[in-house]
């Protein structure tokens, strides 16, 4: 499953007693930190008002506290828009589409979801194999082909709720050791086109510079991992506008990896986050959490800037960005009226030492105060 997003700080706080998502926010509250990131710029002195569970106005007049309303000092941190989490694993089957109604009824608290399901793969070629051959066990995964099967499985799978749709467009299958391509160019527009007709968008599980070749010309708008693009693959990309999401520390284990971050597999991480870059590719944040333990999201930034990103380019990419590529800027990723108030404060700037997004002070969503 992928683009489950959330606010980083309200997974790496859910020991903190829970607030009841129906709980109406205050009428009006202020927040009056040190800074904060705006999802593009840092603005020093500013404040927030937010009323009900939008934000209402940002700056130094924002500060003026009105009658009654509720005025929160955050000295020395920086404010910045919830986080987003690009690509996250939450279970099997449906469980995500179910975690995510648990939220937005009220019967649990949670971050905002938007959800892929079961991921399609193409037949034969995904886990777990079985010994008996004889015999078809439960996958990770739902697999199609061709023209009936995957318009069939695409629009199954948002009829029960997919937000998004997440194709394997390469793995591990055949005889040669390695990855290779699964679908072909013409299935994936199949699918891109089916899932486009309900307004649903389409990421690609894609590591070979074959298998993202393939997803760029059909139309997917994110591609996952990306470890083997080639400078040729991330221009095209760049040309149609395919995001990368490039999933840095996933399968690394404990990040930094043991063997030092001139070992020859962050050494290749590196090189293709660099090509991205130099390409004009827009970048996703997304660390394949569940493949490590939830609520150490914060390593896949920190993975960035040690890479050779700016750390306010790796922000963005958790923010602003995100929400372009997520289609929720009216709604989510920067700091600025109208937008849903979800707010996050951390001690210290993490625009300059990303290794602050570890000292959460501050969580609100949707003006609620979670953590304070």
Not at 174 to 192: Q, R, W, Y
Not at 267 to 295: E, N, Q, Y
Not at 338 to 351: C, H, I, K, Q, Y
């Amino acid at each position: 499953m992928r683009k489950t997003f959330w606010s980083l700080a309200l997974a790496w706080t859910i020991v903190a007693p829970p607030v009841a998502q129906t709980q109406a926010p205050p009428s009006v509250t202020i927040l009056k930190p040190a800074r904060f990131f705006d999802g593009d710029a840092v603005h020093e002195g500013w404040a927030v008002r937010i009323k009900g569970d939008r934000i209402d106005a940002v700056g130094v007049e924002a500060g003026v506290a009105a009658a009654g309303a509720t005025v929160i000092d955050l000295p020395g941190t920086t404010l910045t828009p919830g986080l987003v989490e690009g690509h996250s694993h939450e279970g099997a089957q449906y469980a995500d589409v179910e975690l995510k109604q648990a939220v937005n009824q009220g019967i649990i608290p949670g971050p905002r979801m938007l959800v892929s399901t079961k991921a399609i793969v193409a037949t034969g070629s995904y886990q777990p194999k079985t010994f008996v051959l004889e015999w078809n066990i439960p996958q990770g995964a739902e697999e199609a082909d061709g023209v009936d099967s995957l318009s069939r499985v695409v629009r199954d799978q948002i009829g029960k709720g997919a937000d998004w749709i997440k194709l394997y467009g390469d793995y591990r299958w055949g005889p040669l050791p390695g990855s290779h391509p699964t679908f072909s160019v013409d299935e994936m527009k199949l699918a891109v086109e089916t899932a486009k007709s309900a307004g649903v968008p389409v990421a690609v599980h894609a590591n070979t510079a074959e298998g993202m070749r393939r997803a760029a010309l059909a139309g997917a708008e994110t591609i996952e991992h990306g470890g083997e693009g080639t400078p040729e693959v991330f221009k095209l990309m760049a040309e149609r506008h395919v995001a990368l999401c490039p999933t840095i520390t996933a399968g690394a284990g404990p990040w930094p990896p043991a063997a030092g971050l001139e070992s020859p597999v962050v050494a290749r991480k590196r090189a293709s986050l660099k090509a991205a870059i130099d390409a004009g590719v827009t970048i996703l944040s997304g660390s394949d959490v569940g493949t490590f333990p939830h609520g150490d999201n914060a390593r896949e930034l920190e993975a960035m800037v040690a890479l050779g990103m700016p750390a306010a380019s790796a922000l963005k990419s958790a923010t602003s960005t995100a929400a372009r590529v997520l289609h929720m800027e009216n709604q989510i990723g920067q700091i600025k009226p109208g937008l849903f108030a979800d707010l996050v404060a951390f001690d210290g700037d993490p625009t300059k030492d990303i290794g602050a997004l570890r000292r959460v002070k501050f969580v609100m969503k949707g003006g609620i105060v979670y953590k304070q």
